[in-house]
């Protein structure tokens, strides 16, 4: 899979193309990929994928929150797992919100020369969404392609959107946003010296720093997996402020006590895949306590991802 920053640089023939956000690559995602993919190489073209970055309703002003479901790394490892042969990274700004569906089919077509167009149910581009699919459909008369529209996936009669599994994440409810991301929510981070306080009662953790736009699950305890150097592991995640310790209030942090793990690894990344919230994160009167539910959470864990 290659994958580009821009346009610059790209000029491609025999082609597939979709084009949309993708924030999270969920099983709505998943479908419309499917569908590109088998459409593209039954002709022996190329599956392209356009993602937008920034999300243009960030940009637009409409949407507060600047969270992500996937980094564009991820987005994009995800997407050519998927069999995509070509991923387009494409710096959303105001400029390009201010493009008329054809200026900016137009742009398209003078680096992809694509025959078809995959697009979701709700699909729309150009200025004020004008480019819904009936006028793609009329500028592909023109441009040579053909435009295919893919419905919507429902679970539990609730449509799969990524804002509906941020929301899940938010709120901790780590199993309910794992159905609707069709596997289990991961963010990466960087292992950074603590305060080390895991290690004087036999409990060491890693405190991660994670990308400041990634969505972090509610404060709480997590049962998850834990991936090192290619390596994978049982582990307790922490998110929150450790109030045992803390007086005051502080960001919250995430710390996973990876199980049966004693490297070094400062300066190095991890990846967290949660499968299940445990408990609520809570004051203790003493260390003795705490470190007595952390025994207690570690053994659910483990039974957990048996």
Known sequence: MQHFSSLEGVHLHESWLTIGSFDGVHLGHQEIIRHLVSEA???????????????????????????????????????????????????????????????????????????????????????????????????????????????????????????????????????????????????????????????????????????????????GVYAAWAKIRDRTFEAVVNIGVRPTFELETSLPRVEAHVLDFHEEIYGEEIILSFVARLRDERRFPNIEALVEQIRYDISRTKQLLL
């Open 41 to 219: 190489h039954s002709r022996e073209a190329l599956a392209v994928a356009m993602a937008f970055f920034p999300h243009p309703a960030i940009v637009l002003g409409k949407r507060q929150n600047p969270l992500y479901l996937t980094t564009i790394e991820e987005r994009a490892e995800i997407m050519g797992e998927m069999g995509v042969d070509v991923v387009i990274t494409y710096p959303f700004d105001l400029q390009t919100a201010n493009l008329s569906a054809r200026e900016f089919i137009a742009l398209l077509h003078e680096h992809i020369k694509f025959e078809g167009l995959c697009v979701g149910h709700d699909f729309a581009l150009g200025k004020n969404r004008e480019g819904n699919t009936e006028k793609l459909s009329l500028l592909g008369q023109e441009f040579g392609y053909q435009v295919e529209l893919i419905a919507a996936v429902k679970n539990d009669d609730v449509i799969v959107s990524s804002s509906g599994i941020r929301t899940k994440i938010l709120e901790g409810e780590i199993e309910q946003a794992m159905r609707f991301l069709g596997r289990h929510y991961r963010i990466k981070g960087k292992v950074i010296p603590g305060d080390g306080r895991g290690k004087t009662i036999g409990i060491p953790t890693a405190n991660l720093e994670i990308w400041q736009e990634q969505a972090i699950p509610k404060t």
